[in-house]
Nanobody, 126 residues
Framework: QVQLVESGGGLVQAGGSLRLSCAAS????????MGWFRQAPGKEREFVAG????????KYADSVKDRFTISRDNAKNAVTLQMNSLKPEDMAVYYC???????????????????WGQGTQVTVSS
């Protein structure tokens, strides 16, 4: 079993920055590919960013590329999402997720994630 707890969401003006954190406990954190997803009102949950077990490989949705950065610290069982140049369309509930047992270095598919956090709200005012 894995528990994931997100923090760092809040209200920010367009153009501003936020840093989301996800603290993991339970199974060996370093065995999990990690990802961030988001869900805006009335929309389906979508992939934002993913990182490999080692942290050396990352992938981003086109909509956040060059603005968001995902990183992890396996010694601290933590993954972060640095979000810069935020736009109103980035407003959503952001979820941290862990994927075990998938061969891909970075996991993009929502169905391949086994554990999810409760989500943290990010609100961007224009």
């Amino acid at each position: 079993q894995v528990q994931l707890v997100e923090s760092g969401g809040g209200l920010v003006q367009a153009g501003g920055s936020l840093r989301l954190s996800c603290a993991a406990s339970g199974r060996t954190f370093g065995s999990a590919a990690m990802g961030w997803f988001r869900q805006a009102p009335g929309k389906e949950r979508e992939f934002v960013a993913g990182i490999s077990r080692s942290g050396y490989t990352t992938k981003y949705a086109d909509s956040v590329k060059d603005r968001f950065t995902i990183s992890r610290d396996n010694a601290k069982n933590a993954v972060t999402l640095q979000m810069n140049s935020l736009k109103p369309e980035d407003m959503a509930v952001y979820y941290c997720a862990a994927s075990f047992g998938v061969a891909a270095m970075v996991v993009v598919g929502e169905r391949d994630y086994n554990y999810w956090g409760q989500g943290t709200q990010v609100t961007v005012s224009s």
